[in-house]
């Protein structure tokens, strides 16, 4: 049987540190977790308007079916990565003024100008939950209605 391979690290490395830097490393770490996986408001939080200076870019969390609208400028809009056989495909799609691009799946993407650009941003309502629509169907059809 092969041997587990030594670290270099002592294993209670970070107790030596002291208890504020385990902390830190704790509250960074729930940070970053929080952050790649935005909550129920985090996706109600994107702008009407937008507004890129020169050279800006603009990171959203999306659902789909949302709008975004160019108004003055051109944007570069990079969707969310897919798989694409053994790769990562993301198509970075440009939308000059009065443009509009409908965003296909719920995910990140990322819009970005290297002139500067207005665009107008409509979220979508969350779809209400299936045993919501299922018991609301149920209660219809049981009135008649």
């Known amino acids: 049987m092969a041997k587990r391979p030594h670290s270099v690290f002592s294993p209670d490395l970070a107790l030596s540190r002291g208890a504020r830097h385990v902390t830190a490393i704790r509250d960074s770490r729930d940070a970053a977790t929080r952050a790649s996986a935005p909550g129920k408001d985090d996706l109600t939080a994107l702008p009407e308007q937008l507004t890129l200076a020169?050279?800006?870019a603009f990171h959203a969390y999306v659902r789909r079916g949302t709008v975004f609208h160019v108004k003055q400028g051109s944007v570069w809009l990079t969707?969310?990565?897919?798989?694409?056989?053994?790769?990562v495909w993301a198509a970075p799609v440009h939308l000059p003024a009065g443009h509009a691009y409908v965003?296909?799946?719920?995910?990140?993407?990322?819009l970005s100008t290297d002139?500067?650009?207005?665009?107008?941003?409509h979220a979508v309502e969350a779809p209400p939950a299936r045993w919501y629509a299922l018991a609301w169907q149920a209660l219809r059809e049981r009135l008649g209605a």
Request: charged residues 20%; glycine residues 8%.
């Open 103 to 110: 965003a296909e799946d719920t995910g990140w993407l990322v």
């Open 54 to 56: 020169k050279a800006q």
């Open 79 to 87: 969707p969310a990565a897919r798989w694409l056989a053994a790769t």
């Open 115 to 121: 002139s500067g650009a207005e665009l107008f941003c």
